[in-house]
């Protein structure tokens, strides 16, 4: 299983604890230090809906005023492949290729501990 995301977020950071402490093993991919491509992109989006991780919450979206140039999913895909800080984070791929985007304890006891 990989965690992506970056390692001073404060969610990421949920994840990662939850992992540990339930001794769940896991490789980390941090933005900061290795970049996600437009291709591991579009496999996640064969599984989640654009919208589920293109993150319009964040201060890169804001910065980078991309709400004033009206994208289409093309222009999304790519503009998140530029700037991984517009991917919600944490994603979670499983080794089998699934994918899970956010963090939620209650769901992460589903998932991980039944």
Same mark, same amino acid.
């Given at each position: ?6 390692? &001073?977020?404060? &969610?990421?950071?949920? *994840? ?17 230090? =290795?970049?996600? #491509?437009?291709?591991?992109? /579009?496999?996640?989006? !064969?599984?989640? =809906? %654009? #919208?589920?991780?293109?993150?319009? /919450?964040? &201060?890169? $979206? !804001?910065?980078?005023? @991309?709400?004033? @140039?009206?994208?289409? #999913?093309?222009?999304?895909? *790519?503009?998140? *492949?530029?700037?991984? $800080?517009? %991917?919600? /984070?944490?994603?979670?791929? $499983? ?9 939620? =304890? ?9």
């Amino acid at each position: 299983m990989t965690i992506y995301g970056i390692k &001073t977020c404060s &969610t990421v950071g949920k *994840a990662r604890k939850f992992m540990k402490t339930n001794d769940i093993a896991f490789d980390f991919v941090d933005y900061k230090v =290795e970049s996600v #491509d437009e291709d591991k992109i /579009r496999e996640w989006l !064969k599984q989640v =809906e %654009l #919208d589920l991780i293109f993150n319009t /919450r964040g &201060t890169k $979206y !804001k910065d980078l005023k @991309l709400k004033a @140039l009206n994208l289409n #999913d093309e222009e999304k895909i *790519a503009w998140m *492949a530029k700037e991984n $800080y517009l %991917l919600k /984070r944490p994603i979670i791929e $499983y080794d089998n290729g699934k994918v899970h985007v956010g963090y939620n =304890e209650e769901e992460y006891q589903k998932i991980f501990l039944a």
